[in-house]
């Protein structure tokens, strides 16, 4: 149950479990509270849960799928509180704390406290972050920092991404340096890293890897590759789904427990929103996967790489779906060619400036602008155009044959326009 109040959002919730094992039969029960806010006039976010296991025989999902011996461990969490503070600081960047109190089944309560601090450069296009942690148990207590710096780097028209890590504990670090991107304008994506650690006296160690991956919207194939002195390792994957509906099938490279199908007439070839590497099909559809669900999600396409004789009516729109859903999205659109034309009446002049030009179907497809120049998006299969307009409070109207489309689109063509009281 959730609740929103001008001073946040608060939140109960209640778990049951019921394991049945070979041994015996573990039941029990969890409880959470949380709370989430917004402090406007300073930029502050806070966020505070706190949750507790009503009795030993509660099993979370993740401890239910271990073997036996490892859920029934020394380690499980007992109860546990969360509290979470980030200020913005605009141009100094944005501070966080974290603490954390966790008390486990037959182990001494552990706390940690995080600090962290991030800052965009140049337009935000840099970007360095810093966090420092503490954690205490008992008399023993860890503590480590990490620094990150993101670079990104264009080249042609692409963006590549180089990134850069350290971290420090009190008996090893680690530095790590990599880089990712696209390989030219396909939709293969490279990444590539070094990694060199040292703990304790030891002699410091160099790992070295390297990735390939391929997006296409039937499937998300990768490759990678880990050398160190002491072990090599590989890997390789390959993820797809297909979705059944009623216009057909749709494949997809990934799906999600909330999903919208996203489906034009003639919008083949053009880019989804959000996902560079995924265009409509040759039908013109396509999944858009892991939308949040009770939330506004904007979905729709970036026309580049469609038809340009393709026309948009809107690229974009707004679902909230329900968990679990899969939001039919349809983008109504016109396959009709851009044309340049010059109007003319049967005398030699142009219409009236800003008549409206309507097609056969009663449609508005342009109009007529400085000296009879006219853009317009006609359907193939339009004949003919009527241009009307008002005059000395009379209404007046013309029509106008479509001539082939020229190979030169940007040269308006001229056209006479005959007068509709002429037409039989």
């Known amino acids: 149950m959730a609740v929103s109040t001008f001073a946040g959002a608060l939140s109960f919730d209640l778990s049951r479990s019921h394991l049945a ?13 949380a709370y989430a806010g917004f402090l406007a006039p300073t930029r502050t976010s806070i966020e505070v849960a706190a949750w507790r296991v009503g009795s030993t025989g509660y099993r979370s999902l993740h401890e239910a ?10 380690a499980r969490e007992r109860s546990r509180m969360d509290i979470a503070v980030r200020q913005d600081a605009q141009g100094a960047g944005a501070f966080s704390l974290a603490w954390v109190a966790r008390r486990h089944v037959a182990r001494e309560a552990q706390h940690s406290l995080q600090l ?3 800052r965009g450069f ?4 840099v970007r360095v972050d810093a966090s420092f942690e503490h954690t205490q148990q008992a008399h023993a207590r860890t503590r480590h920092g990490m620094l990150s710096l993101s670079v990104p780097l264009r080249t042609g028209g692409a963006t ?3 990134h850069l890590q350290a971290r420090v504990a009190e008996s090893q670090h680690a530095v790590q340096f990599g880089a990712q991107g696209p390989l030219g304008a396909s939709r293969a994506t490279y990444g590539v890293g070094v990694l060199q650690s040292q703990a304790g006296n030891r002699k410091a160690s160099t790992t070295a890897s390297g990735s390939l991956g391929l997006s296409t919207n039937a499937a998300r194939i990768g490759a990678g590759l880990g050398v160190s002195p002491h072990a090599r390792q590989w890997s390789a994957s390959a993820e797809g789904a297909v979705l059944v509906h009623a216009n057909g099938l749709t494949f997809a490279p990934a799906l999600g427990d909330t999903v919208a199908l996203l489906r ?9 929103l959000h996902d560079p590497h995924l265009r409509l099909d040759r039908h013109g559809r396509a999944v858009v996967a892991h939308l949040s669900p009770y939330r506004r999600n904007r979905v729709g396409v970036d026309p580049q790489g469609a038809d340009p004789d393709v026309h948009f009516a809107w690229t974009e729109r707004d679902v909230a779906p329900r968990a679990g859903a899969v939001v039919d999205v349809a983008l109504p659109t016109l396959h009709a060619p851009a044309r340049w034309l010059r109007v003319l009446r049967e005398d030699g002049s142009a219409p009236p400036f800003a008549a409206d030009i309507v097609s056969p179907s009663n449609h508005g497809v342009g109009s007529v602008g400085r000296d009879g120049v006219a853009y317009v998006r006609a359907a193939s299969d339009a004949m003919h155009l009527d241009v009307r307009w008002e005059e000395d409070g009379e ?6 044959a479509l001539p082939p489309v020229t190979a030169t689109p940007f040269e308006p063509q001229p056209v006479p326009c005959t007068a509709q009281d002429r037409i039989r």
């Open 160 to 162: 590549h991404s180089l």
């Open 65 to 74: 799928m271990l073997p036996a011996p490892q859920a029934q461990g020394r």
């Open 116 to 118: 962290g601090w991030g």
């Open 122 to 125: 140049a337009q935000g296009r």
């Open 264 to 272: 034009t007439d003639h919008g083949r070839g053009a880019r989804v």
């Open 21 to 33: 094992g070979q041994a015996r039969i573990a039941a029990g029960s969890s409880a959470r509270i």
């Open 395 to 400: 209404r007046h109207a013309c029509r106008i």
